[in-house]
């Protein structure tokens, strides 16, 4: 994860692909959006949707989980030589759209664009990044579209806690 | 769940609560959002939020599976002689606030207000209504701030699928 200080508004990240299979999307589904178009064939089949479909909340997830992975994996800290930033909780995001049904099967290709930075107000050793993440399936179109909010670590930190309260102050 | 026609602006409805054990805690984020303040008590401990804390899409996610089981277990249709609405899906949300961290053992009871109602301006058979979806820890702290927009059947609907694509349109 780069320090606040050295991201560049318009970066653009590839967060890869996902595939979401059947199986993965019952799971999901039971575990999180037990609604009958992501929980069984024959009933999603009789619905809206006409077939399985993935729970929007299940395609922010695994946006979630691929996010971490390109930015998480690494300790704060001197890797290899160069330092690492933390990349912080986020605050909240806005303007989620899911565009178009994810049906079993679909492959979804992610990426993020910076499109905002500044300095925390209240955390001088943190700034908040604003991102417009998009989703695409194997077709071009886009299915999922979101703006994030992450606090990222300032080349000055002091590594101080954000504290338990008030994440929502820089928004 | 209630018809578009029958649902009133201003009315709340009350989806009960959920604990956050540590143990699911560590499940959901393992799978979906591998931060170490999510994964491992000892390294929430050394991070800015000083002990383990559930991911905010696990809150989320939390959120939709209580959602799902207050409108969805019912098949729309007549049930009991009731006439059961299909709750349809969400073409999105706005201004999501993750504002206090969610701790293992934090209770969250979850609420919703209808703040909109609108009928489909392409879709006669469905209306989109608009929801402020709250948490609250046991100490009444707002921890979870969204509006959900959902598709809801209409009393005259001949449940016309909604086809793949579009589901942004009416937002």
């Given at each position: 994860m780069k320090f606040f200080d050295d991201i560049t508004i318009g970066a653009v990240t590839e967060f890869g692909s996902h595939t979401f299979t059947a199986e993965a999307i019952k799971r999901f589904a039971s575990s999180y959006d037990p609604q009958r178009f992501h929980l069984d064939e024959a009933a999603a089949a009789a619905s809206l949707f006409g077939a399985l479909t993935a729970s929007g909340w299940h395609t922010t997830a695994v946006m979630m989980k691929l996010i971490a992975a390109a930015g998480g994996p690494l300790p704060a800290g001197a890797i290899g030589g160069t330092q690492c930033a933390s990349l912080g909780p986020s605050p909240g995001f806005d303007?989620?759209?899911?565009l178009r049904p994810v049906f079993a099967g679909d492959t979804l290709t992610y990426r993020a664009t910076v499109t905002d930075k500044r300095k925390s107000r209240s955390r001088p050793d943190w700034g908040v990044v604003s991102s417009r993440f998009e989703a695409h399936n194997a077709a071009g179109e886009k299915v999922l579209d979101v703006t994030g909010h992450d606090l990222v670590e300032r080349r000055?930190?002091?590594?101080?806690g954000l504290q338990s309260a008030g994440l929502n102050e820089d928004l």
């Open positions: 303007d989620l759209r899911w000055t930190s002091g590594r101080a």
